[in-house]
């Protein structure tokens, strides 16, 4: 069937009027009830994130034990830190004081005396505030809210709450490292000190350098010998190559054993102190973008 133009155009003119009006009436019922007396206006702000790749200030400041630390306090997270900021953001510790700071059980107008306020309230939330990670590798923080600044607010704070959440995790874990190590580190040193003593007992025994003494005394013996086998002196250096003979094996095991202890005790007392550093000191754990303000033109509805 070939297209006649003319039968269009026949058509459109036969329902003008309905043509016309019906457009028109639909683009005036849409600016009527999209007015705030129907649909509540929407008013967005946001914040965006960057995670640090590192928190700890001995592994980003101080030398380690071989060499400085490669981490950079000023490199931005990786996909791994946007992911774990994302984990901190849809926390309940978070969601739980914005509400709270907030009051947004009343601020959104939900029955507290309803059985379900709580439900209502959470997916209220979930509808308001959203976080996504970008193609950056930031975190951004968005809210949507009746009032402008209180949007503002809200993001601001969702921001300074993730940052605070995250440093408090490391501070308990930092906390519980700096008491491990000093456990350890207290252990260590009351071994050192006990086989000192040990060292100490034997040294009044006429022990205090078995290697040396024992090639000492043994070619004082030799000569001591050929000038008179039988002499007091042969007597003497025989005394004390029994007693090294006797406790020799004893002290070189002890004296080898502080050696290594004490090898321990300084690295041990060097991750100390570092991690005291982590407790006492504290880096931001993100980098913030910019800052959260309140919009003058409201997000939905749009127009």
């Not at 001995?58 to 946007?82: R, V």
């Amino acid at each position: 069937m070939e297209f006649n133009s003319t039968n269009l155009f026949v058509l459109m003119y036969k329902w003008r009027k309905p043509l016309i009006i019906i457009p028109l009436a639909a683009a005036i019922l849409a600016y009527v009830f999209s007015r705030p007396m129907f649909i509540t206006p929407l008013f967005k702000s946001s914040v965006v994130l960057f995670p640090s790749t590192t928190n700890s200030v001995s592994k980003a400041l101080l030398p380690q034990q071989n060499s400085f630390s490669n981490e950079d306090i000023l490199e931005f997270g990786t996909e791994e830190q946007a992911e774990q900021l994302l984990q901190i953001l849809h926390s309940g510790e978070i969601r739980d004081s914005i509400i709270s700071k907030f009051d947004l059980l009343n601020h959104y107008r939900i029955n507290p005396d309803t059985k379900f306020k709580r439900t209502s309230l959470f997916k209220k939330y979930s509808n308001n505030i959203s976080f996504r990670r970008t193609e950056f590798m930031s975190v951004e923080i968005e809210v949507l809210d009746t009032d402008a600044d209180t949007a503002a607010l809200i993001a601001n704070d969702i921001a300074r709450l993730t940052d605070k959440a995250r440093r408090r995790v490391q501070h308990e874990r930092a906390i519980m490292s700096l008491q491990i190590v000093k456990s350890e580190y207290d252990r260590i040193s009351d071994e050192v000190n006990d086989k000192q003593d040990a060292l100490t007992e034997l040294r009044y025994k006429g022990v205090h350098d078995y290697e040396t003494q024992s090639a000492v005394l043994s070619e004082q013996l030799a000569v001591a010998m050929i000038d008179n086998p039988n002499g007091k002196a042969v007597q003497s250096l025989e005394t004390k190559l029994d007693t090294l003979a006797k406790y020799g094996g004893t002290y070189v095991s002890l004296r080898d054993e502080v050696s290594l202890l004490k090898e321990e005790e300084i690295k041990l007392k060097t991750k100390y102190e570092q991690i005291k550093v982590d407790v006492e000191q504290q880096l931001p754990t993100t980098f913030k973008v910019d800052t959260a303000y309140a919009s003058e033109r409201k997000s939905y509805p749009i127009g």
